[in-house]
């Protein structure tokens, strides 16, 4: 069988922490990132796409499983996914495919990760809590014995260059490798962004996104670096990519990179993520290769949980009925009418939330008297935020009180009511924010149903 007969390859290219607006096609003037904006122009570019859960583990949940993590009961950091949970490692192999894992995982409850809590994988090297076991240039990981392995160079390309000796080592056959960075993930042992050397100094002080630039936080701190990083991450995926043409296998590989969750630099609560804005949930996504390229720009609303059944499509392989997300290939063909017009959020640890966000409004609610570290979901919820995405796409004008909007709120509450029902959560109360008697705002019945 020749190779542009067989099977695609498929690779995950995933970043933590990565804002949506570091890249070029999504406004981003440093040119950041032109690899993956050809990737994006020359493929599909999912415009709308954000996370279902905005923290490390949960997000890799949902990611490996196409379920929402309270389903799997991964809806914190630190719970383990469950040993005989199938993932898109199992598909994979079931289909014919060599499996790999490289880079961060997050799902397991121990470094190294031993063998039944890898999640079906066959070749591994990687580490549980990267951030813990490596920084910027000390590469710390496991392979599959759980022997310990230092890489060599900054951690972005050490990590590369594991992946384009695993796509040399496995050219001959169908192989689907899931490519795990840290980066732009702030260093836990010292809360900054290191860059490779000299990647700071470039960006420090340049374009500011409005919503920092209006609230600040620690970007004035940590943006180069963070900027910085995403730079090396883009290198890395140009390197990947020119390794996979000189190996004749970039026409039949499909390529995915997206990221877990985004960076709202410690404007919106104490750190960096678990809030239901934009800062937090709206990630970079996009496709190329089989069936990807030439798609053009997916203007839909798309949620990770939509990605696991849609590299399953791509790929050929069946769909397990128990994915809670839809594949986008329809999307790509022009059939959009059964298309969901809304994205669910589920939020832990700094609260027990739940958003839901259209194309026009975000609706977001919390359980006051429950911890986000202790309880995955909550009886009774408040109405927490409400923005107008049009007007306020920088979300700095909380409407949830306005007495205006409050037929907007009950329309996105009973939108948010469906969807916890459709991700199998128990239907909650919630209870309405106290409005109070500002101004009215005029608004038509089309602003109110968008």
């Not at 020119?242 to 039949?252: A, E, P, Q, V």
Request: proline residues 6%.
């Amino acid at each position: 069988m020749s190779r542009t007969d067989r099977k695609p390859n498929v690779i995950v290219f995933f970043t933590d922490q990565q804002r949506w607006d570091t890249t070029g096609v999504h406004g981003n003037p440093l040119g950041l990132t032109p690899n993956f904006d050809r990737l994006a122009t020359q493929g599909t570019h999912i415009f709308h796409s954000f996370t279902c859960q905005p923290v490390c583990g949960p997000a890799r949940a949902c990611l490996q499983t196409g379920l929402y993590p309270t389903q799997i009961g991964c809806w914190r950091n630190d719970r383990p996914l469950p040993r005989d949970q199938r993932t898109l490692a199992h598909h994979f192999r079931d289909g014919g495919y060599r499996t790999g894992y490289i880079g961060k995982w997050h799902l397991a409850d121990r470094d190294p990760v031993p063998a039944d809590q890898r999640g079906g994988y066959e070749d591994w090297l990687g580490a549980n809590l990267l951030e813990m076991t490596s920084d910027a240039y000390d590469t710390v990981v496991y392979d599959q014995d759980e022997n310990e392995v230092k890489l060599p160079g900054y951690r972005a390309d050490a990590l590369t260059d594991a992946a384009i000796r695993y796509i040399d080592q496995h050219q001959a056959d169908p192989f689907f490798m899931f490519l795990s960075f840290l980066e732009p993930h702030h260093q836990n042992h010292i809360d900054d962004y290191p860059a490779p050397d000299g990647y700071r100094d470039r960006y420090t002080g340049r374009w500011t996104p409005p919503d920092l630039a209006a609230l600040g936080g620690s970007s004035p701190q940590h943006l180069g670096g963070y900027y910085g990083m995403v730079k090396r991450l883009d290198e890395c995926l140009g390197r990947l990519q020119d390794s996979l043409k000189s190996l004749g296998l970039n026409d039949n590989t499909i390529i995915l990179y997206t990221a877990d969750h985004a960076c709202h630099f410690k404007t919106r609560n104490s750190e960096y993520k678990r809030s239901a804005h934009e800062s937090s949930i709206r990630v970079p996504t996009a496709l190329c290769g089989p069936g990807f390229t030439g798609g053009g720009q997916i203007r839909q609303l798309v949620s990770l949980i939509d990605l696991p059944p849609t590299l399953l499509d791509a790929a050929g392989l069946p769909i397990p009925e128990s994915m809670q997300g839809h594949s986008i290939l329809p999307l790509l063909h022009g059939q959009t009418s059964d298309w969901q017009d809304d994205v669910f959020v589920q939020i832990s640890e700094s609260q027990v939330g739940r958003a839901v966000r259209t194309s026009r409004w975000k609706y977001a609610v919390t359980a006051p008297d429950r911890d986000g570290w202790n309880d995955a979901d909550a009886a009774c919820y408040t109405e927490d935020l409400l923005y107008d995405l049009i007007a306020d796409p920088y979300e700095l004008n909380n409407l949830i009180e306005r007495e205006s909007h409050r037929e907007v709120a009950e329309r996105m509450r009973e939108r948010l009511l469906r969807r916890m029902r459709q991700a199998g959560e128990t239907e909650p109360e919630i209870k309405e924010s106290v409005r109070g008697g500002q101004a009215a705002n005029r608004l038509t019945r089309q602003d109110i149903n968008n």
